[in-house]
C-alpha cells in the first residue's frame, strides 16, 4: 500500500492521511459508506486544486491544473479498496482509550481561529509546541522527544526557547480533561498535524500511544532546541543528534512560512511570510527572492526584506549560504508538493523520535478526512493581515 500512496502523490495534489490503532473486530466497511467516501475524495481533490491555484495566482504563478481532475477522480475509484470510514465505532485503540478521533479533531478545529491573537489563529503556536516537544530527542540514548509531554513541568516549561508556549499549552487544556484517554503527549502531537491541514498543508501519517511523564524528573537539560543566533554548523549539531539529515533539515525549516516571532518571547520580530496563518513553501521562495539586508534596531541580529515587512533569522541564512542546503531550499522553491511530500515524511518522524511503543493492537489504513465546512482558506481570507 505505501508503493501505492507514492503514486497516488504523485499523480494528484492529495495527500493521504494514514489513520491509526484502528481495532480490526470494529472495522466495518458498507458499500454504501465507500461509495459516499470515494465520491467525497474525489470532490475534495477537485477543491483542493482550486485552492492551490488560487494561491499561486496571488503570487503571480500560473499551473495547470486541470488535468489532474481526471487523476483525482481515479484516485476515488482505487480508494474505495484502501479507504477506512471513520466513526466514533471505529477510530478506538488502547492509546486513545475509546476517544472520538473526529470529534477531538472537531474540537482541536474550533480552538484555532481568535482574531485578537496574532494574524487570526492560533495554528502556529500549536505547531511550535509540538515541535519543541519533539526537538528534545537525542538519538544516542533514546532521551526527549515527543513521548512524555515533560513541558507541562519545570524546569523545561521555564526553558528560554518554550517562551509563549504556556498560550498553547493553556489552550488545549479544556481537551485534556475531555478527553481523558488520551495522553497530553498524543494531543499535543495531533493538535499541531490538525492545524497544519487546516491552515493548507499536507496531511501527516500518525499514531496515538505516547505515554505522559509522572513529574519533571524526566525533563531534558535546556540547549537542546536549536539557537536561531547561530549558523549551519550549529543546525547541523541539533538534528543531527535527532537523526535527521541536510534534506530532512531543510524541509522541516519550511514550517516558518508559519507564524512570527515575539520581541517578548524570542526577542525576534516579525513574520517570515506574507500569509503566516497559511502553509506554503513561501519562506523558500522569499528566502531566495527577496534581497536581506541586517536590520538596524535595539534588538538582536536579525534580517528585512527591502520592504521592511518580512524577516529571516540568522539561522535561516544558513540555508541560503550552506550549498548542502541551499539545493533542497531551491528545489522547495520550485515545487510546492515535493515539499509537501517531504515535509509530511520528515514531521512525522520528528513526532515519532523517542516513542518507546506505540498503542497495540493497532492496524494502519490510508484515509482521507472529509471536510463539510467550507475551506480554511475562505474562512480566514478577510481576516488575513493587509500585507498579506
Not at 237 to 244: E, T, V
Request: contains cysteine; hydrophobic residues 40%.
Amino acid at each position: 500500500i505505501n508503493a501505492e500512496y507514492g503514486e497516488f502523490s504523485q499523480k494528484t495534489s492529495i495527500n493521504i492521511l494514514m489513520l491509526r490503532q484502528i481495532s480490526s473486530n470494529v472495522v466495518r466497511r458498507t458499500p454504501a459508506l465507500v461509495a459516499q467516501r470515494t465520491a467525497a475524495l474525489s470532490t475534495q481533490a477537485r477543491v483542493v486544486d482550486y485552492e492551490r491555484e488560487e494561491q499561486r495566482q496571488e503570487r503571480g504563478e500560473s499551473r495547470n491544473w486541470r488535468g489532474r481532475n481526471a487523476a483525482a477522480a481515479a484516485v476515488g475509484a482505487v480508494a474505495a479498496v484502501a479507504v477506512a470510514a471513520v466513526t466514533a465505532d471505529q477510530a478506538r485503540a488502547d492509546g486513545a482509550a475509546n476517544a472520538d478521533v473526529e470529534a477531538l479533531r472537531a474540537d482541536i478545529v474550533a480552538l484555532l481561529d481568535n482574531e485578537r491573537y496574532d494574524d487570526g489563529s492560533y495554528g502556529p503556536v500549536l505547531v511550535r509546541l509540538a515541535w519543541h516537544a519533539c526537538g528534545t530527542y537525542d538519538k544516542s540514548d533514546g532521551s526527549g522527544g515527543s513521548d512524555g509531554a515533560t513541558m507541562r513541568f519545570e524546569p523545561e516549561a521555564a526553558h528560554g526557547a518554550n517562551a509563549g508556549l504556556d498560550v498553547a499549552r493553556t489552550l488545549l487544556r479544556p481537551l485534556v480533561a475531555k478527553y481523558p484517554g488520551v495522553s497530553v503527549s498524543d494531543l499535543w502531537q495531533f493538535a499541531a498535524i490538525v492545524a497544519i491541514e487546516e491552515m493548507g498543508g499536507p496531511r501527516i501519517p500518525f499514531r496515538f500511544g505516547r505515554v505522559d511523564k509522572p513529574d519533571g524528573s524526566h525533563c531534558t537539560p535546556d540547549g537542546r532546541l536549536p539557537d536561531a543566533a547561530q549558523g549551519a554548523s550549529h543546525m547541523r549539531d541539533i538534528f543531527y543528534r535527532m537523526g535527521f539529515n541536510d534534506q530532512e533539515i531543510t524541509a522541516l525549516v519550511g514550517a516558518h512560512a508559519l507564524g512570527r516571532c515575539h520581541t517578548n518571547r524570542s526577542g525576534f520580530d516579525g513574520p517570515w511570510t506574507r500569509s503566516p496563518i497559511m502553509f506554503t513553501n513561501d519562506f523558500y521562495t522569499l528566502l531566495l527572492g527577496e534581497e536581506w539586508k541586517v536590520r538596524q534596531w535595539n534588538g538582536p541580529k536579525q534580517y528585512q526584506d527591502a520592504a521592511k515587512e518580512l524577516m529571516m533569522l540568522p539561522s535561516d541564512m544558513a540555508f541560503l549560504n550552506d550549498p548542502s542546503f541551499r539545493i533542497w531550499v531551491e528545489r522547495y522553491a520550485a515545487d510546492e508538493d515535493l515539499f509537501f511530500r517531504d515535509f509530511s515524511k520528515a514531521f512525522n518522524k520528528l513526532q515519532e523520535n523517542g516513542v518507546k511503543k506505540f498503542a497495540k493492537p493497532w492496524y494502519q489504513f490510508w484515509c482521507c478526512l472529509l471536510y463539510t465546512s467550507p475551506s480554511p482558506r475562505d474562512m480566514r481570507r478577510s481576516r488575513m493581515p493587509s500585507s498579506a
